[in-house]
């Protein structure tokens, strides 16, 4: 029953393409007995075919350029992010907490204080947004290769919020990242985890509020009085 199926199926792909091969025969006679019809169609299709190919090739260049583009563009960008941290790193620790507090005043943050101190309960700045929402602010200095590591974020996620009460807690490092562990906590505790990256766009010109929801919640619901 198989070798009849297959035999079936050769017979039948012969037949389509004797047919095929017909059909392509009358079609050539037809054309050459109505040329005069026929070119004109020819020329059109061609030159069709002949735009449509030039407009894809440039559609395709033009995407190319774009991408290039853009990784040109995000590699300036961080490279300008860099540039502007060599300054912070050969800050010390106490002047990293000072110049974190004069990052919050620039955007508007008001009554900015600094701990400056040890035993300060996970509060390194603390203030008040424009808006009035209470801002908590750890400040870890570390180097660039470095991680911040889940036990960094849970002393700050136990004392923040409950010694402080704010209404944004910000844990901010120059190092590039923060462990999965530590960033998974720092989204359930409504942590905003802001890395050297997005610490190199503060320090460019980025203003704290378009910064606080790109890396964890912690935007704080509730709104303070700044009085």
């Known amino acids: 029953m198989a070798a009849r199926r297959r035999r079936l199926k050769k017979r039948t792909r012969r037949q389509v393409q004797g047919w095929g091969a017909v059909a392509a025969v009358i079609a050539l006679v037809w054309a050459a007995g109505h040329w005069g019809a026929v070119w004109p169609v020819l020329v059109a299709v061609l030159a069709a075919a002949v735009v449509g190919g030039a407009g894809w090739a440039l559609l395709r ?21 860099e540039l502007s941290m060599t300054e912070v790193d050969a800050l010390s620790w106490q002047d990293f907490e000072r110049y974190v507090a004069d990052l919050c005043r620039r955007d508007g943050c008001t009554k900015v204080v600094v701990s400056g101190r040890s035993g300060d309960l996970g509060a390194d700045v603390v203030g008040y947004l424009a808006d009035g929402r209470k801002l908590v602010v750890q400040c870890k200095k570390y180097a660039p290769h470095r991680s911040v590591s889940s036990q960094d974020m849970q002393k700050f996620v136990g004392t923040a919020r409950l010694e402080h009460g704010p209404d944004v807690a910000l844990f901010v490092t120059t190092c590039r990242t923060f462990t999965p562990a530590a960033l998974g906590l720092a989204v359930r505790q ?38």
């Open 190 to 227: 409504d942590i905003v985890a802001l890395h050297r990256d997005l610490l190199g766009a503060w320090v460019k010109g980025a203003r704290l509020e378009t910064l606080i929801p790109l890396n964890g919640s912690g935007g704080g619901a509730r709104r303070r009085p700044s009085a």
């Open 61 to 81: 260049a033009h995407r190319l350029a774009v991408g290039r583009d853009r990784v040109w563009r995000a590699q300036e960008e961080a490279r300008a992010r």
